[in-house]
């Protein structure tokens, strides 16, 4: 028997709601899994969407991307730009060759440190679903 | 090369106990770059931190990775740290390894594997940082109060004792606000004009206070320290300098009000002040204790521009040649430090809420009628009458919640104030006329307030009101009384009083205009249009624009302790920032690569600061470009870039990039097998 497949999973967390929910999470000793590393940015709206795609392309087998809920933005109006752009973004992933369950945009407030662990561990029981991703050489020669 | 050094924090015990940090360390020191690795039992206290210091010198580091806490906590700390050390202090990156590792994981060698690859990450992330310089900016000391009424008035008098100018744009002809409208206040029962009007005065007769009533902010640039505010001014038709407020002009106007023989009056206009219960002339101060006490025409009934230059008695009779009617509107641009947002409110109409036949029966009628028509120097001179046909009512009946925590008409807040001011109005009714009855129907009594529980026990014990725990269900005549129809669910029954008079607890909503101004000063707010605070808990008296600060029931529903407490933090934070020579700005701005720069503009529409402009460069190439004090580094404008012409400092596509290669580089499968 092999060992559990263990996804390698990004996380993209804006800097004022969802990092500091991570933080709660911590704070409140609320276990999750290990699988998520997180790359603190100021707010959603700062990624881009090359950078999930970087990720993918890396390696990655599952990008998540959490900032303010709609409303509670930092900056006012940066989730709207995410959401935007990242639902695009989202669409155009099985066009990339890459499951759209291996992408998610959510919302995670500074006070939802529960909501945190369990949206990470949802996720990430998604994608350990999934299994490894095929390798972006793979995604190449299948879109030839 | 980059000279890295990794300093990991044991936090006690907090990460050492389930994360192995010599490992960490061991393991760090092996990664690209990395010159220098060592783990201490609290970085963040003296020691560690000279520890820090010491390395960068011994080892002439360039780069500092500290793995800890949150950066939430400690990054300021280490910065310091790292400029102590003689480095610049942003090429210092923390490496979450307790909120988002040991607190989380009880597992020992996953812990440690995932503690040494978000080391890894905030070393890749680290070499790519570059030194950061923020820039200083001057500061106007002076400070614009939005709003006269007693929030602004507290605001902008706290802020003038400190020494420092303040201007006072009110939209309406005189200071005051609602407060000004009020008979008594709860839970003192202090009579609200007595406690309010010296403060007017106060700040009229204030050197370092300027006054520009009848006027609004129309236009906001600039940014903390710098703001460059357009003010309209409405022509009053009345020149304020000369007017002495003598009132020979608005007892002099043909169409002023008349006190008939019956007692009735006859003539004038609705007077807004007076709740349209009184009547005003065509040329009128809102109440007698107008500050400044200086009259505006209201052109639409005046005669002399209804009917084109006819009349034009007021100005003959004025002993000082004060009346105008050339005046024009007038738009001045001022310099200020600081804003502070003191809207206040408006009352919700019960037009709206049919059931209760507000505006069909003359004698269904709001609180703040209420509060004119108890007040001495309102339109029955104190004397409680309904407005139907002038008569003592003797049964009244108080209807609770209208128009709040109501889902079905979008207003699920509590107006927080409607149950003390009910307590209040059955205390004043009984006082009035100890003989009337009182019921009041009420959801919940929310008296959270010191004294306030008591006061309105008071209402109940002393003065017998009838409280009611229920909703009214309809209000209709019949037999020239009022039928209130609604339920008493503490006996679960319903119940049926014949009024003779009903007031309705309106309740607080933002007032007109307040979406369009909060736009012009880009402040946030929620969707019943009442500003939202930087942080609800933390940050309750400023806005998410640097320098923009709030007082009073802009916020939301407050009573006039809260708003008077808040009203003066605000000014403190206004005086904080004033107080200032200079401000330094965040260093971690977005920043316009002009090469690259094709014009586009996209980034001048997704910036929510407006920190972005049009330039030109020496070249006369057109350019955007990044105002830095203006910028609050979100990095939209980045994304919106099509050339790749904008990076955010501190968050540069390359550091994030690195990043994401740092974590993927190193197989995760392998890493568990090793377990």
């Known amino acids: 028997m092999s060992e559990p497949f263990e996804p390698r999973i990004v996380g993209f967390l804006c800097n004022w709601c969802s990092y500091a929910g991570a933080d709660l999470a911590g704070t409140s000793r609320i276990p999750y899994p290990p699988n998520i590393r997180i790359i603190r940015v100021p707010c959603s709206g700062r990624v881009d969407p090359m950078l999930a795609m970087k990720a993918f392309l890396e390696g990655a087998d599952g990008v998540i991307v959490l900032g303010c809920h709609p409303g509670d933005c930092h900056y006012s109006e940066g989730n709207y730009h995410a959401r935007r752009r990242l639902v695009l973004f989202h669409r155009l992933l099985e066009f990339f060759g890459v499951e759209r369950d291996r992408f998610r945009l959510d919302w995670v407030s500074a006070s939802e440190g529960v909501r945190f662990a369990q949206v990470v561990g949802e996720f990430t029981e998604a994608v350990r679903r999934l299994g490894p991703r095929r390798r972006p050489e793979a995604v190449l020669e299948g879109s030839r | ?675």
């Open chain 2, 1 to 675: 090369m980059a000279r890295v050094g990794v300093f990991v924090c044991h936090c006690g015990s907090n990460i050492a106990a389930t994360v192995d940090v010599a490992k960490v360390a061991e393991e760090a020191v092996k990664m690209d770059h990395v010159v220098y690795a060592t783990h201490y039992v609290y970085m963040c206290s003296t020691p560690g931190q000279e520890l820090i210091q010491q390395k960068i010198q011994e080892y002439q580091l360039d780069r500092v990775v500290v793995a800890a806490c949150s950066p939430r906590m400690h990054e300021r700390t280490f910065r310091k740290a790292t400029a102590q050390g003689g480095l610049n202090p942003y090429l210092m990156e923390q490496a979450n390894i307790r909120e988002h590792d040991s607190w989380v994981h009880a597992d020992i060698p996953v812990a440690t594997e995932k503690a040494i690859e978000i080391v890894r990450m905030a070393v890749a992330k680290a070499v790519g940082l570059a030194p950061l310089e923020a820039a200083q900016v001057g500061i106007t000391k002076r400070c614009l109060v939005i709003g006269g009424g007693i929030a602004g008035v507290q605001a902008a008098l706290d802020v003038a004792e400190a020494g420092y100018e303040v201007v006072i744009v009110e939209r309406e002809p005189s200071l005051g606000g609602h407060m000004a409208q009020l008979d008594k206040t709860f839970p003192t029962l202090d009579c609200s004009a007595c406690i309010l009007t010296p403060k007017l005065v106060d700040a009229a007769q204030h050197p370092k206070i300027k006054l520009y009533t009848y006027s609004e902010v129309v236009g906001v640039k600039g940014f903390v320290g710098n703001f460059q505010v357009t003010i309209r001014r409405k022509p009053r038709y009345v020149d304020e300098k000369l007017c002495t407020g003598c009132g020979i002009c608005w007892n002099s106007c043909p169409l002023r009000p008349r006190v008939q023989e019956d007692g009735t009056v006859k003539g004038g206009f609705p007077s807004k002040f007076e709740a349209n219960l009184g009547r005003r002339a065509a040329i009128y101060v809102p109440f007698a204790q107008a500050v400044p006490l200086v009259p505006v025409i209201d052109t639409e009934h005046c005669t002399w521009f209804v009917k084109g230059g006819k009349c034009g008695l007021c100005a003959q009779k004025c002993p000082r040649g004060a009346v105008n009617y050339t005046q024009s509107e007038e738009l001045i641009t001022e310099p200020f430090g600081a804003i502070i947002v003191a809207t206040g409110f408006d009352l919700f109409d019960a037009r709206a809420l049919g059931e209760y036949g507000y505006g069909r029966y003359p004698d269904v009628i709001t609180g703040l009628e209420l509060e004119r028509l108890m007040n001495a120097s309102g339109p029955t001179h104190g004397h409680v009458l309904r407005p139907s046909d002038g008569r003592p009512p003797k049964t009244v009946v108080l209807v609770s919640c209208v128009g709040s925590r109501d889902e079905k008409i979008g207003r699920p807040y509590c107006s927080v104030v409607c149950c003390m001011y009910l307590a209040k109005h059955a205390i004043m009714l009984k006082e009035h006329d100890p003989e009337v009855e009182v019921y009041n129907f009420y959801m919940d009594i929310r008296a959270g307030g010191k004294d306030y529980d008591e006061f309105t026990r008071r209402a109940i014990e002393q003065y017998g009101a009838h409280y009611l725990r229920g909703r009214v269900s309809q209000v209709y005549e019949r037999d020239g009384k009022l039928i209130v129809e609604g339920v008493d669910t503490l006996i679960g029954r319903p119940v049926e009083i014949q009024a003779d008079l009903v007031v309705l607890a309106t309740g607080i909503t933002a007032p007109e205009g307040a979406r369009e101004l909060f736009q012009t000063l880009n402040i946030s707010y929620n969707q019943y249009a009442f500003i939202n605070e930087a942080h609800p808990k933390l940050q309750p008296v400023e806005t998410n624009t640097d320098g923009i600060l709030l007082a009073g029931c802009a916020t939301g529903p407050k009573d006039i302790p809260a708003t008077v407490a808040q009203a003066s933090g605000a000014a403190a934070k206004a005086i904080g920032i004033l107080s200032k020579e200079t401000l330094i700005a965040n260093p971690m701005v977005a920043e316009v690569n002009e090469r690259e720069c094709v014009a586009c503009q996209l980034c001048v529409q997704v910036c929510p600061y407006r920190a972005i402009e049009m330039t030109t460069t020496r070249r006369g190439k057109p350019v955007a470009h990044v105002n830095p004090s203006v910028c609050k580094g979100c990095g939209l404008c980045v994304n919106a870039c099509r050339g790749g012409a904008i990076n955010l400092k501190g968050f540069t596509d390359q550091q994030l990039v690195s990043q994401v290669s740092a974590l993927l580089a190193e197989p995760l499968a392998e890493v568990l097998d090793e377990r």
